[in-house]
């Protein structure tokens, strides 16, 4: 296992999603508002209708996971919890992503991914 890296990527994933959703759990945000917003950052795929190359840049801008962590520092710090909340669910989502295989995207095609190629 330990020489085979896609698998230790998506453990790794799998451990960082659980981390997030313990710490949600924990600050006692509205699971309703996790299940509502958490395929939202799906949306940023929409880019793929005008090329591929935006579609890639517009994708990888919403699975880029500095930006949740960023927004969950500010949400943090200025005690706002709908941006806490809402950071967390976005950093669940791509770690999800992540753990099923599905990375950031190279503008050549959609299937192809920074952790393998989708079938």
């Keep these: 296992m330990f020489n085979r890296p896609v698998s230790l990527l998506r453990i790794e994933e799998a451990a960082l999603l659980a981390a997030a959703i313990a710490l949600y759990a924990h600050f006692h945000f509205s699971w309703l508002l996790f299940a509502v917003l958490f395929l939202a950052p799906d949306l940023f795929m929409l880019g793929y209708l005008a090329n591929p190359r935006i579609g890639a840049a517009l994708y990888n801008l919403g699975h880029f996971v500095f930006v949740p962590i960023a927004l969950f520092g500010i ?30 995207k190279y503008p050549a095609h959609f299937k192809e991914t920074h952790l393998q190629r989708i079938v």
């Design 75 to 104: 949400g943090f710090v200025t005690q706002r919890q709908l941006l806490t909340a809402v950071a967390l669910i976005w950093f669940c989502h791509i770690a999800f992503d992540r753990m099923l295989g599905y990375g950031l």
